[in-house]
């Protein structure tokens, strides 16, 4: 009793982490390993068969795939476009403008808003005879009404500006909270100095929040690369005919839709390895903080 | 000089408004789309309601499968952030004052895994779940999403516990209080608004999740409100007030959450970047 | 009984260096015992291994005639108070106090009777249903102590619990806890860099320098029978002159300076390579003191007035004496190759910055360390100085 009382004593750290660990185990830690064997099967669980690196090669040759890979590529381009936004609406609301924090709070309620609700009342919105179409109209700018989600060229481009209304609010909070706690004394420097406002954002404070930016640029190109499925469910479906495809989409379609784990799972691995690469950005981004 | 500052005010000023429009449009499209009928919607899509209709959300709230698939969004929601946020608080405690080998590497693990994307993981934990049996139940949901919200917890729960002085824990330990004890009656009180937060910030998450609830669950009576957002959107393609009405049963309930605790959720939601 | 011993205990840590290198003390039963040392001597990591909080690498723990090595802080038996207090930011004062006594479950009246005797001794009664955030820095104190108090332990370690007070509520409050202490005599080992502290508190104090115990005796041992030159110049204030200096015929010189040393003392030292130490007390002004005192005659840098009586900073064409504490700044002694000396005068010396100042040198009260030991030399069979 004394000793196993003594032995806790020294151990109980590793009970404490324990639930955790077993979780992290089951839920990532198995799956991962399993997704890379599953890759080089074929065939539903029970009844395997191996094929070697069949599922890659098939998956290499099916124009939907890479349709849908670059489809993820394009949608990377929202992450500059919401980044410069938000870090302009940041930069606005930062000089203590009248009502900025009830401004704040407005752009930040789409982000926390379920992206499928958000990509419902937008697929309404972008729907031919939908309301962007009947306020164009309107407005008298029918001649701009567009078929956004129903023409293969538009529609990744209308997932993309959802995307961006919903995240841009987040980045808004985030680079709100870093110029608040910026000290005070190097803008009013340089404004004794007597640089322009623009100068003094993109001299001093800019510089100042670097390392945020960073973070919210790699962070959003996770989500955009491997976290935009229920947008392109809720508002496409992957089409038309697959145009809008995103990897998710691809895997979901292959895997369950149709039943062909291998060919999910490659496609899994495969995004995998991209996203390690901003995983481990997104890391170091972390050390580097902690050092700091 | 002085006049510039004013037209730069003003200028900023009318810019945030439209930005500010833009943002809440589609959340007042829902609204007044779901106060028409289907008839009204279709003769002018963005029009105020005229004849504003409860028929949609007595519908949606007494005829349709909202409320079942609302309730079991709750358990999910509720389960899930239960079990991970004891799970997490366990963690975060043994890495912050544990002191012993391997708390590092843990939480390294742990940062890394924040942001795997969960869709790479769908295909054996769909395939674990068929044989464990679990499939198409709710407790399939629950352990995923527990699972999935453990690392960004943990990070969560590190961070701020790196804040609160050792020597409290220290003290408490001397004092004779055991691990529990001292977690339970010390820390815990400590970190009562962070818990908070960070419960608000999972069950956000767990509430909007689609893909893995759309995979896992298939029966309607067991959908969670997404997965069964979705089906009524496909199934009602034509009348858009309802599905509407339905849309604003999901959101309604995040938006009162936002508009009481605002500050936990900027706090929460930014946590994941920087210290 | 709770004396505490601390046999042959050595920390190393991860890099290798040693934190506490075979460290012996005793403390009796009832003693305070003072550990005291400069910043990074390994004082706080000695008293945290007698809490528990650290494991030593090897060496043994004694609290009575139980050996708690292996034992975790709580089932120790001890009360600790923080330098920072570690008070519960969201437990009153009551709740703060009463928490030791809960989590070892003693019955509930106990727990209040004791709460509020221990609040009672320290005035906190008034305070009882504030939080800390709503109290004073010497309040805040008084509840940390408080919270050791009720515990009854075998012993009190204290992690230099007044450092986080002003210099005025600091006297006040040492007062108190000597005054505490009649009323409470129970082993007490007490963590502090300020010898002012370890001397007016201490029934024994333990020097210790980069992990090593230097010296464990009274207060007024230590002042007068220094074991080496860190211990000679670490306790006193102004600290001791130390110069390096070699005795030839009976006479000691270091540099310009030559006195004569009465044939007792200079046999004791006759021949050798020295380091010779002087309290700046004992270097007296020449014009009221003993005419048959030796002379010396020095410049003036410096003159600090204290009121009662006025440091007089000089510095003399010889080396410093090695192996001394010198504050924060190892080597600036070094850097001029002339060592500087305090005498201590009365305030109606009137001497200034630049003045020929002749100073009487008290050499009973000389004291001699080895040159290269840095231990004080003393004659066969009798202690040193007498």
Redesign the interface.
């Known amino acids: 009793m004394n000793r196993r009382r003594?032995r806790w004593?020294?151990?109980?750290?590793?009970?404490?982490?324990g639930?955790?660990?077993v979780?992290?185990g089951?839920?990532?830690l198995?799956?991962?390993v399993?997704?890379i064997r599953?890759s080089f099967y074929t065939g539903s669980?029970g009844d395997q068969i191996y094929v070697g690196t069949a599922n890659y090669s098939f998956v290499f040759n099916d124009p939907t795939f890479r349709i849908s890979l670059f489809n993820n590529l394009k949608l990377l381009a929202t992450v500059p476009v919401m980044t410069a936004l938000a870090l302009l609406?940041a930069l606005?609301?930062n000089?203590q403008?009248?009502?900025w924090r009830q401004?704040r709070?407005?752009?930040?309620?789409?982000?926390?808003?379920?992206?499928?609700?958000?990509g419902?009342?937008?697929?309404?919105?972008l729907e031919r005879?939908?309301?962007i179409n009947?306020?164009l109209s309107?407005v008298g700018l029918g001649f701009l009404a567009q078929d956004w989600l129903g023409s293969p060229h538009l529609a990744t481009p209308s997932i993309g500006a959802v995307i961006i209304?919903q995240q841009?609010?987040?980045g808004v909070?985030?680079f709100s909270?870093?110029l608040l706690g910026l000290p005070a004394e190097t803008v009013e420097a340089a404004q004794i100095d007597g640089a322009s406002?623009w100068k003094i954002q993109r001299r001093i404070v800019i510089p100042q929040i670097r390392?945020?930016i960073e973070?919210?640029v790699t962070?959003e190109a996770?989500t955009v690369?491997?976290?935009v499925?229920?947008y392109v469910?809720?508002l496409t479906a992957g089409g038309p005919a697959d145009s809008s495809s995103v990897?998710?989409y691809y895997?979901?379609t292959n895997?369950?839709a149709q039943g062909s784990?291998g060919i999910?799972?490659a496609v899994?691995?495969l995004?995998?390895g991209m996203?390690s690469v901003?995983?481990?950005i997104?890391?170091r981004l972390?050390?580097r903080?902690v050092e700091m | 000089m002085r006049r510039q500052v004013k037209i730069g005010g003003v200028l900023r000023q009318a810019l945030m408004l439209v930005i500010c429009a833009i943002s809440l449009y589609p959340i007042w499209f829902a609204i007044q789309t779901a106060l028409k009928t289907s008839r009204a919607y279709t003769l002018n899509p963005t029009g105020f309601p005229a004849h504003p209709t409860l028929q949609n959300i007595t519908n949606v709230l007494f005829h349709l499968p909202v409320p079942r698939w609302a309730l079991n969004s709750a358990l999910v929601t509720l389960g899930s952030v239960g079990i991970s946020t004891i799970f997490a608080l366990l963690a975060g405690y043994a890495i912050v004052f544990g002191g012993v080998r391997g708390m590092g590497f843990l939480l390294r693990v742990n940062i890394g895994l924040m942001v795997v994307p969960p869709v790479t993981l769908l295909v054996p934990m769909f395939v674990l779940m068929v044989n464990l049996g679990l499939i198409n139940t709710l407790p399939s949901v629950i352990i995923f999403y527990s699972g999935l919200m453990v690392p960004f917890s943990v990070f969560f729960f590190v961070n701020f516990f790196r804040q609160i002085p050792g020597e409290l824990i220290e003290a408490a330990t001397v004092d004779g209080s055991g691990q529990l004890t001292t977690l339970r009656r010390v820390v815990l009180p400590m970190s009562f608004a962070a818990t908070f937060t960070l419960v608000i910030v999972n069950a956000i998450w767990a509430w909007t999740e689609l893909l893995i609830a759309l995979v896992f669950l298939q029966n309607e009576g067991r959908l969670t409100l997404m997965a069964g957002l979705t089906q009524f959107q496909g199934r009602y393609t034509i009348d858009q007030p309802l599905v509407l009405a339905a849309v604003l049963m999901a959101i309604v309930p995040v938006v009162l959450i936002y508009l009481a605790g605002q500050r936990f959720f900027i706090r929460g939601l930014t946590a994941g970047i920087g210290k | 009984m709770s004396e505490i011993s601390i046999v042959g205990v050595r920390k190393q840590f991860s890099n290798g260096s040693n934190a506490l290198d075979d460290v012996n003390l005793r403390i009796e039963d009832g003693q305070f015992a003072v550990l005291v040392g400069p910043s990074g001597c390994g004082k706080t990591t000695l008293l945290r291994i007698i809490a528990g909080l650290e494991k030593p690498t090897s060496g043994v723990v004694k609290i009575g005639d139980q050996d708690v090595t292996q034992l975790s802080p709580g089932d120790r038996d001890v009360a600790m108070v923080f330098q920072n207090y570690a008070l519960y930011p969201h437990m009153t004062v009551a709740e703060n106090i009463r928490f030791g006594l809960e989590v070892r479950k003693l019955p509930r009246d106990e727990i209040t009777r004791r709460t509020l005797e221990a609040a009672k001794m320290l005035g906190l009664s008034d305070y009882l249903d504030r939080k800390p955030k709503q109290l004073s820095g010497g309040q805040r104190q008084r509840v940390a102590m408080g919270r050791a108090i009720v515990r009854r332990p075998l012993a009190f370690l204290m992690d230099e619990p007044l450092s986080n007070l002003d210099a005025q509520l600091r006297v006040s409050m040492r007062a108190e806890l000597a005054r505490l202490r009649t009323q409470m005599p129970t082993t007490t080992v007490y963590v502090t860099h300020d010898q002012v502290e370890a001397m007016t508190l201490g029934d024994q104090v333990a020097v210790l320098r980069d992990g090593v115990l230097q010296q464990n005796a009274s207060p007024e041992e230590l002042f007068e029978r220094p074991a080496n030159v860190f211990v000679a110049t670490f306790i006193g204030s102004p600290s001791m002159n130390v110069v390096q200096a070699t005795v030839r015929g009976g006479q000691v010189r270091a540099g310009e300076l030559s006195i004569q040393l009465p044939p007792v003392i200079a046999a004791r030292v006759e021949g050798r390579e020295v380091i010779m130490g002087i309290r700046p007390g004992d270097l007296l002004d020449a014009r009221q003191a003993d005419p048959a005192l030796p002379r010396i005659e020095v410049t003036c840098d410096v003159v600090e007035y204290l009121g009662t009586e006025a440091n007089v900073l000089f510095s003399l064409d010889a080396r410093q004496g090695e192996g001394g504490f010198s504050g924060e700044d190892e080597d600036s002694e070094h850097s001029t190759g002339r060592a500087r000396l305090t005498a201590r005068v009365g305030r109606a010396s009137g001497i200034r910055p630049g003045d020929r100042v002749p100073l009487a040198v008290d050499v009973e009260r000389l004291y001699f360390f080895d040159a290269q030991t840095h231990l004080t030399i003393r004659s066969p069979g009798r202690p040193a100085l007498v």
């Open positions: 003594q004593r020294r151990l109980w750290p590793y009970g404490f982490a639930p955790a660990i979780a992290i089951f839920t990532f198995y799956p991962l399993q997704v599953y669980a609406i606005m609301l000089d403008i009248r009502g401004y709070a407005i752009v930040f309620l789409p982000f926390i808003l379920p992206a499928a609700a958000v419902i009342t937008f697929s309404f919105l005879n939908g309301g009947t306020l309107d209304w841009l609010g987040f909070v985030v909270a870093a406002w390392g945020i973070f919210f962070l996770i690369l491997s976290q499925f229920t469910y809720v990897l998710e895997i979901w895997g369950f784990t999910a799972s899994a691995v995004m995998l996203a901003l995983i481990v997104y890391m972390h050390t903080n």
